[in-house]
Structure formats: structure tokens, C-alpha cells
């Protein structure tokens, strides 16, 4: 131990804490180097910077998830960050911003922080769990299952860990079985193993019922009030319209041109993703869809929202009923991978069958992937193109029955984002790209277009205009998953100038069936 009381009279507090730190007697002082008094004083300095530093990080953080707590997950990921700048070491900070990102759908933004999380302390089991949800939700599942391996090999009692290791382990081996069967070129469809014929409609069901197998009007208008009530539409009738959507839509080019006249006008919806009581409620804002009230809904109808069975069949009704004057494009939900992840696959088999499913898959992949109106205004689900050069005519060309790609164009329209600054950049999502002004500026006039219409974003008002005007996006789930407080949109194009005038919506209450009811367990997200 060091002499205490060595000290003479009249030795100062920094004075003192160099002798005890250099093991010297005060008389001893005189020949300590004057750097190493700077030393002390810069190192005491530092030291109470950092506390500072990291104590002010904390309060930040705890500013972001109360912000989380109150789902305004922009700004949890504000403060997170900034807290992150301040303590960039602090896996927790990644971790819980990792999971405000995956809130909000930016997938590739909350991989990229679940690995930093583990970089900063490769102990933090959570950073597994993280980076295991957002390779879930990109479908990359065999990397999940390694994250979730680790879990369970550290935590061989957690129950939860051992759960959705199981989970994952089933849907990795049940890919790989899917994948077995998908190398048969001569696979048959589930049209050619039904027997519709012999289906029979029990005395008992009261609902409504196709007339010679064709959809009408009045079935329309007593297929949407009976889903209003939450009752099932008879399965033979369901599977006749799925039949006859596969054979209409097989027949469409990948990139639908409609030409509307002056006096002519369309309704553009965005993403409705189940929401069936607030698609009722565009119906009753803006008119049933008719020959003179025509309809596009841009993608993304099924998953998240536990009623996106009632959505799609309702969708594919008027498809039916108005073949040249209702038009569906394909979004990223309308693919096996989200299905699995997000709720309908599980929706359709629980209140249906898995066969059923396997069918609605084969309808979704000849779903068109983009829409011109009158040679000027592109429609599509997600936005444009990871590189230059892409022309209308290679959309035309795009071979889309099959499920989309990691890359190229057909992922690129389902997809990418818009961003405010020029060039390209890594998808938030993980998936596709971002594109900047610019690279639409190039787009519109080498196509001779206006302007695009997307969707596949959550906006605040329900809609967003950016790009100096040539950008828009549309959203039509207000207050989505029942959780996001935003307002739901949907424009209307006339002939005469093509345009946009928007119009806003609030959402509508409906049973208690909650958002994810159907979705897989892993995509059961919690704050940890």
C-alpha cells in the first residue's frame, strides 16, 4: 500500500493526486515533469467529458423510447441517433434503433444496426435476436437461423429463443422442400387439381353466390355487406373467382396503357395492406367502381392488416365485374416471402385452406407490375430503377409470372424508394434501391412522361409530393396497423390535364381483430 500522509502542508489537490499516482513524497514533487501535471489535468478532463457525454446520451435515449412507446418511431430513430453520435459504442442505442427501423418497414436500415449493436459488444444477445427478425423480414431465412442458433446455444432455457429457433427451422426446411418441387418444370397448378363442379353449396349458407359462375353487380354489392359482418364467402364461389382472375390478368401485358378521354376520370388508391372496413370507406367517400368511375389500386392489398382476405376478393370481384375499367398492379406483398411473414398466407389457410393459398399465389404472379396513363403518367408500387437506361418497352418485355427477383427491373418496380438528394443509394429497406431526383428527371425524359405515381410508403397525410413535383406517392391504410395515426389518400386523374388532385381520409373503426393476427410469430415484434 502507498504511505498515506506524505504530503507536506500546502501541497494542492492536483499536486497531491500526481504524487499518489507517480508513488512520490511531496518533497519528491519538484522533479516530476511539468507535462505530466498537463497529463492529469487533460486526463480528468477527458474523463468528465465522457461521463458527460454518455450521461446526455442516456437522457437521449431515453427520450427515443418513450417516443417509441408513443409509436412515433421517426423521431425514436432521431434520438436514438443522436445518442449514438454521443456514445457510438453503446450497443443498446443500435439494438433499440435497429427495432424503430424494422417499426417503420426500413429493413435494411435495422440489419445494419443490429450488426453494429454485436460489433460494439458481441455478447449483447439481443443484437442476435434483432438480427434475426430483420433477416426474417427480408427472407433471408437461413441467416436468421444462425442468429437464432446463438441465442439458443447461450440461452438454452429460453423458451422464446427455442420457440422461434423451431419456427425458423421449419421455414428453412420447408424452402428448401418448395424449392425441390419448383426445379419440376411440368409443376401443375392448384386450377388443375379442383373439382368446382363437384363442389357443393351446403342449404344452410345464406351468403352470396356467383350467378352461372360470373360475378355481377348486385353479388358485388352482397359480397361487401357480407364481409361487413365478418362471414365467410362459400369456398367453391371463392375458388370460381380466383380461377377466373388467373385467366383475365394471364392475359394483361406487365405494362398496362389505358388512355382516358378529356371528360374522363380515374381514382388512384394506394397500399390498403387488409384494411377492409377502410376500403368500404373509399367506396362510400368516392363512389362504388363502375364504367364511369373507374379505379387503379397500386399494390400491396393483402398482409398486416387481418382482413385482407374480404380486401382481395372484393378487388378481384370488380376486376371481374369491370374487366377494362378496374385495374390492380402488383406490390411487394403480392409475393409468397411477405405472405409467409406477414399474415394473409396465415389468414387464408386459417379461415380457408393452404390449397387456396397456393392458388391466390399463382393470381398474384400475373398481376401487371406498372400502368401508363395516356403515354404520360407511370403507375407503379414501388418506384424506378437501380440503373439508367430503363425503357417502357423493357417493361413490356418483363416475363412477371414468378415471384420477383433480388434485382433488376420487376424488383426495382415493386420495391425501390424515392430519396431528396441526387444519385442513388442503399435501399433503407434492404431490398432495391433509393433514387434521387435526378435519376427521375432522366427517366420521365427519355420516356416522354410527366410524372410517376407510387405507393409503398406511409405518409403522414396519406400522400407526399417530392421531386420537384415529378415524384408522388399515395398511401390509402389510414392509422396503419392501427398504429401509425396517419391519414389515408387517393388522387384523381382527369383526362382533360392529367392533374393531380388529392383527397385525404381518416380511418374508420372495425372489429376487434388486431393488425399481424395471422402473421408468423417471429414477425411478433416487442420492445426488449
Known amino acids: 500500500m502507498r504511505a498515506q500522509g506524505r504530503h507536506k502542508p500546502g501541497t494542492n489537490q492536483t499536486q497531491r493526486k500526481i504524487c499518489d499516482e507517480w508513488g512520490l513524497h511531496a518533497v519528491e514533487f519538484a522533479t516530476v515533469p511539468s507535462t505530466a501535471m498537463a497529463s492529469v489535468t487533460d486526463s480528468g478532463s477527458e474523463k468528465m467529458a465522457e461521463e458527460e457525454r454518455n450521461a446526455n446520451a442516456e437522457k437521449l435515449k431515453e427520450k427515443a423510447n418513450n417516443y417509441f412507446k408513443e409509436k412515433d418511431y421517426e423521431n425514436a430513430i432521431k434520438y436514438y441517433t443522436e445518442a449514438i453520435e454521443l456514445n457510438p459504442t453503446n450497443a443498446i442505442y443500435f439494438s433499440n434503433r435497429s427495432l424503430a427501423y424494422l ?39 437461413k441467416a436468421a437461423l444462425k442468429d437464432y442458433e446463438t441465442v439458443v446455444r447461450v440461452r438454452p432455457n429460453d423458451k422464446d429463443a427455442k420457440m422461434k429457433y423451431q419456427e425458423c427451422n421449419k421455414i428453412v426446411k420447408q424452402k428448401a422442400f418448395e424449392r425441390a418441387i419448383a426445379s419440376d418444370e411440368l409443376k401443375r397448378s392448384v386450377v388443375d387439381s379442383l373439382d368446382i363442379e363437384n363442389m357443393t353449396i351446403e342449404d344452410e349458407y345464406t351468403g352470396p353466390k356467383l350467378e352461372e359462375g360470373k360475378v355481377t353487380s348486385k ?28 385467366e383475365l390478368l394471364s392475359k394483361l401485358p406487365s405494362l398496362v396503357e389505358i388512355t382516358l378521354k378529356e371528360t374522363e376520370k380515374i381514382t388512384v388508391c394506394g397500399d390498403t395492406h387488409g384494411q377492409y372496413y377502410d376500403l368500404l370507406n373509399i367506396f362510400e367517400l368516392n363512389g362504388l367502381p363502375s364504367e364511369t368511375n373507374p379505379y387503379l389500386f397500386n399494390g400491396d392489398f393483402v398482409d398486416r392488416g387481418s382482413f385482407s382476405l374480404e380486401v382481395i376478393l372484393t378487388l378481384f370481384g370488380f376486376k371481374l365485374l369491370y374487366p377494362d375499367h378496374f385495374f390492380l398492379l402488383r406490390g411487394n406483398h403480392e409475393t409468397d416471402n411477405m405472405n409467409q411473414m406477414y ?7 386459417a379461415k380457408y385452406t393452404a390449397q387456396m393459398f397456393q392458388l391466390f399465389s399463382e393470381v398474384f404472379q400475373w398481376l401487371p407490375l406498372a400502368q401508363c396513363i395516356n403515354g404520360k403518367v407511370l403507375v407503379m408500387h414501388g418506384g424506378l430503377f437501380s440503373e439508367d437506361g430503363v425503357t417502357l418497352d423493357d417493361l413490356r418485355k418483363i416475363e412477371r409470372n414468378r415471384q420477383p427477383p433480388d434485382s433488376g ?12 438528394q ?15 431526383p435526378d435519376v427521375t428527371q432522366r427517366f420521365l425524359e427519355q420516356n416522354k412522361l410527366d410524372y410517376i405515381i407510387r405507393s409503398h410508403e406511409v405518409k403522414g397525410e396519406g400522400y407526399e409530393i ?18 401509425m395515426a396517419n391519414k389515408g389518400a387517393y388522387i384523381h386523374l382527369k383526362g382533360s390535364d392529367l392533374k393531380p388532385e388529392f383527397h385525404q381520409f381518416t380511418a374508420v373503426p372495425h372489429p376487434n381483430v388486431k393488425p399481424m393476427a395471422y402473421a408468423n410469430t417471429l414477425m411478433q415484434l416487442g420492445m426488449m
Open 103 to 141: 417499426r417503420t418497414e426500413c429493413y435494411g436500415y435495422a440489419l445494419a444496426d443490429a450488426t453494429r449493436a454485436l460489433e460494439a459488444d458481441k455478447n449483447y444477445i439481443k443484437g442476435y435476436y434483432r438480427r434475426a427478425t430483420s433477416n426474417m423480414a427480408l427472407g433471408k431465412f
Open 219 to 246: 353479388f358485388m354489392k352482397d359480397l361487401m355487406d357480407w364481409f361487413k359482418d365478418q362471414k365467410k364467402l362459400h369456398r367453391k364461389c371463392a375458388y370460381q373467382m380466383l380461377i377466373h382472375a388467373k
Open 343 to 349: 399474415g394473409f398466407e396465415g389468414e387464408v389457410k
Open 409 to 420: 427491373p420487376m424488383c426495382d418496380l415493386l420495391w425501390s424508394d424515392p430519396q431528396p
Open 422 to 436: 441526387n444519385g442513388r443509394s442503399v435501399s433503407k429497406r434492404g431490398v432495391s434501391c433509393q433514387f434521387g
Open 466 to 483: 417530392t421531386h420537384s413535383g415529378k415524384c408522388i406517392t399515395v398511401f390509402s391504410a389510414p392509422n396503419y396497423c392501427d398504429q
